[in-house]
């Protein structure tokens, strides 16, 4: 059975979609998924798996009917299902030809505490940005340069 939070406990919820050149994904990315569930970084809610074949088919399969589903095993057992097919297959369509992508919503667990104390006092989060891999990047480099 489904683990349901407490929506007034719950911290920032997230979406990542990761990209794979080919359709040939392996799962070696659940490990360290993994390790980020069990040392209370996050907690997975939902993962899927993308594929647009070569003459542009696009489709989703849910990680427990995917052929690398042992991989992903102990990462399934709360889902919540914030994604509905529409949502999936609207990000499948969007893949170029011969990809494939996984997805993955995870609740910053780290973060739960801070988001019940911001509701809890009446606040409430009205902007959220992630600043880019490139920028940060471009930032430690130009550090390195000085």
Same mark, same amino acid.
Do not use: C
């Given at each position: 059975?489904?683990?349901?939070?407490?929506?007034?406990?719950?911290?920032?919820?997230?979406?990542?979609?990761?990209?794979?050149?080919?359709?040939?994904?392996?799962?070696? =990315?659940?490990? %360290?998924? /993994? $390790? !980020?569930?069990?040392?209370?970084?996050?907690?997975?809610? *939902?993962?899927?798996?993308?594929?647009?074949?070569?003459?542009?088919?696009?489709?989703?399969?849910?990680?427990?009917?995917?052929? =690398?589903?042992? %991989?992903? /095993? $102990? !990462?399934?057992?709360?889902?919540?299902?914030?994604?509905? *097919?529409?949502?999936?297959?609207?990000?499948?369509?969007?893949?170029?030809?011969?990809?494939?992508?996984?997805?993955?919503?995870?609740?910053?667990?780290?973060?739960?505490? !801070?988001?019940?104390?911001?509701?809890?006092?009446?606040?409430?989060?009205?902007?959220?940005?992630?600043?880019?891999?490139?920028?940060?990047?471009?930032?430690?480099?130009?550090?390195?340069?000085?």
């Amino acid at each position: 059975m489904t683990d349901i939070p407490d929506p007034d406990t719950v911290g920032p919820v997230d979406v990542a979609v990761v990209l794979f050149e080919g359709n040939n994904f392996n799962g070696d =990315v659940a490990p %360290a998924i /993994a $390790e !980020l569930q069990q040392n209370g970084t996050v907690r997975i809610i *939902d993962l899927a798996f993308l594929t647009k074949s070569a003459d542009g088919e696009a489709a989703f399969v849910e990680v427990e009917d995917a052929g =690398v589903s042992d %991989a992903f /095993a $102990e !990462l399934t057992e709360s889902q919540l299902d914030l994604l509905s *097919d529409e949502d999936l297959m609207a990000m499948a369509d969007g893949l170029d030809p011969d990809s494939s992508a996984l997805v993955v919503v995870w609740e910053n667990s780290w973060a739960s505490r !801070l988001a019940s104390a911001i509701r809890g006092s009446g606040g409430e989060v009205v902007s959220y940005l992630r600043i880019p891999h490139e920028t940060v990047a471009t930032a430690i480099e130009a550090l390195q340069e000085d």
